[in-house]
C-alpha cells in the first residue's frame, strides 16, 4: 500500500469571506473536507470582509453556518480541527494599503498563497490592485473566481484583462461547479475507457442526444441580477455547454489540463452558429407563469417579489444545437433548462440509431433504440436501456424493454460521493487545473452566445409562456417534434 500523497500546505484567503457564497457552500465544503483529511495539516483559512469583524466571532459565524447549510450533525473533533485553521481579516478592498494586513496572517515562503475571489466581479479589479500593491504575491500564488465571468463577450474580456494585469494565466482557476461533480468527471472515463462506448461515440450509431438541466426552484431573492441576466446566460453559456463539450469533444493526449481544454474548445469553435436566420427554427425561449409543483401552488415569474410586470427575461431555453466536424455531423443536441420545472433533473440521454431491420414486429412494429442515460443529479448514475427477451417457454420471441442500472450510491457504497465544490476547492489549493475553465473556453462560449441573443434582440418577441410543473412551453416539444423526435421524460 502507498503513503498518502502529500500537496504542499496553503493559505486559503476567501474575500468575501462573510458573504452568501462562504457561509453556504465554501465553509461547508472545507469542513467535508476535512472529516474526510483531505486538508494539509498546515493549511489555514483566512476569511476577509469589510464588516467589523475578529477571528473569534469569524470562527463563531463559521459555526453557525455549519449548522444551517451542512445538512448533517456537526462532528466536534471536526469542527475543532477545522476551527483551529480559521482566522479573519478586515478589509475595505477599495484601500489598497489595508491588504498588508495579510503579510500578519500567512507565510508565502512554507505555504501557497490561493486567493478564493467569493464576491462579485466589479471588485476583482480592486482586490487584484490590493495584493499587488501588499507585495504578497509570488510565482505560486493562484486566484479563483467564481461566474459569472461577465454578461457578454466584452464584458468576459475586460474581467480577464483586469486578473490578468497581476495573474498569469496558469494561476487563474475559473470554477463550474458542475464539473466537480462525479458524474461529469465520470464522462471521461465512461467515454475513453469503455471500448464499448469509445467506438459507438460518433454519427454512425448515435442519432441523438439530449441535455436537461431543469431546476424545480424560481428566482429565490436574485430577481435583480437574473432579470438582468435571463436563462441563457445564466445556465446554458456554462453549465450546459461544458456538458457538451466533454460529450462531444474528441480523446485528449492526456488528462493534463491543457489537453483537455484544447478538445473542449474545438467543440465550442465548431458549434454552428445561431442567427436571425435560423433563431426561429433553432431556440425556444419560455417564462414561467403560475402553477403548482408537487402539489404546491408557486407564483408566476413577473408575480414573484420585487418584480418588474413587464419583464421579457426568460426563465427556459431550448435550443437545437449542431456541431460541424466529422464526428457529429447530422447528430443534432438539444439542450433545455428552465426554472420551475415539474422535477428537479440534470442528465445527458444518448439516443442510438435503431435497428435497420426489425424481425420481432410481435413485440414492436418498430423496435426502440437503444439510450445511454447519465443521470448528473440528484441521483448520481448511469442506465443502458436494452431490449430482453420475456422469459417463457412459448414459441414465440417476445421483447421488453429493461434498464441496466449504475445507481452511484448503491455500486460505491463504501465511497463518499462529494459535491462539486469540495472537489473544486480542493483541486485549486492542491493546485490542480484540470477541472477549470481557461481564458479561451469563456470567451469562445461568449461569442456564440452572443450571436443567440442579438438574434433574440433583433426579432424582439417576447418569451412563451408555460405554466409552472410542466416541462416548458409547447413550442419545445415541436422543436424536437420536427425532427421526428421527443424529450425524454
Known sequence: MTDKQTFKPCDLVIFGGLGDLSRRKLLVSLYRLENSNLLEPDTHIIGVDRLAETSESFVQIAHNSLQEFAGEPIDDAVWQKLSARLAYVQIDVTQPEQFNQLHAVTDTKTRVLVNYFAVAPFLFKNICQGLHHSGILNDESRMVMEKPIGHDLKSSQEINDVVATVFQEKQVYRIDHYLGKETVLNLLALRFANSIFTTNWNHNTIDHI???????????????????????????????????????????????????????????????????????????????????????????????????????????????????????????????????????????????????????????????????????????????????????????????????????????????????????????????????????????????????????????????????????????DELLKCDGRSWEE
Request: hydrophobic content about 40%; proline content about 5%.
Open 210 to 476: 439530449q441535455i436537461t438541466v431543469a431546476e424545480e426552484v424560481g428566482i429565490e431573492g436574485r430577481w435583480g441580477y437574473f432579470d438582468h441576466t435571463g436563462q441563457l446566460r445564466d445556465m446554458v453559456q456554462n453549465h450546459l455547454l461544458q456538458i457538451l463539450a466533454l460529450t462531444a469533444m474528441e480523446p485528449p493526449v492526456s488528462l493534463e489540463a491543457d489537453s483537455i481544454h484544447n478538445e473542449k474548445i474545438k467543440v465550442l469553435k465548431a458549434l454552428r452558429p445561431i442567427t436571425r436566420d435560423n433563431v426561429e427554427a433553432r431556440t425556444v425561449r419560455g417564462q414561467y407563469a403560475a402553477g403548482a409543483i408537487k402539489g404546491k401552488t408557486v407564483p408566476g415569474y413577473l408575480e414573484e417579489e420585487g418584480a418588474n410586470t413587464e419583464s421579457t427575461a426568460e426563465t427556459f431555453v431550448a435550443l437545437r444545437v449542431d456541431i460541424d466536424n466529422w464526428r457529429w455531423a447530422g447528430v443534432p443536441f438539444y439542450m433545455r433548462t428552465g426554472k420551475r420545472m415539474s422535477h428537479k433533473r440534470t442528465e445527458i440521454v444518448v439516443n442510438f440509431k435503431q435497428q435497420p431491420l426489425n424481425i420481432f414486429k410481435e413485440s414492436y412494429a418498430d423496435l426502440p433504440p437503444n439510450k445511454l442515460i447519465i443521470h448528473l443529479q440528484p441521483n448520481e448514475g448511469v442506465e443502458i436501456q436494452i431490449l430482453n427477451k420475456i422469459p417463457g417457454i412459448d414459441e414465440n420471441i417476445k421483447l421488453q424493454k429493461t434498464k441496466l442500472d449504475l445507481s452511484f450510491s448503491e455500486a460505491f457504497k463504501n465511497s463518499r460521493i462529494f459535491g462539486g465544490y469540495e472537489k473544486l476547492v480542493l483541486e485549486a489549493m492542491r493546485g490542480n487545473p484540470t477541472l477549470f475553465l481557461s481564458r479561451e473556453e469563456i470567451e469562445q462560449a461568449w461569442r456564440w452566445i452572443d450571436s443567440i441573443q442579438d438574434a433574440w434582440h433583433q426579432l424582439n418577441q417576447p418569451p412563451k409562456t408555460y405554466a409552472a410543473g410542466t416541462w416548458g412551453p409547447e413550442a419545445a
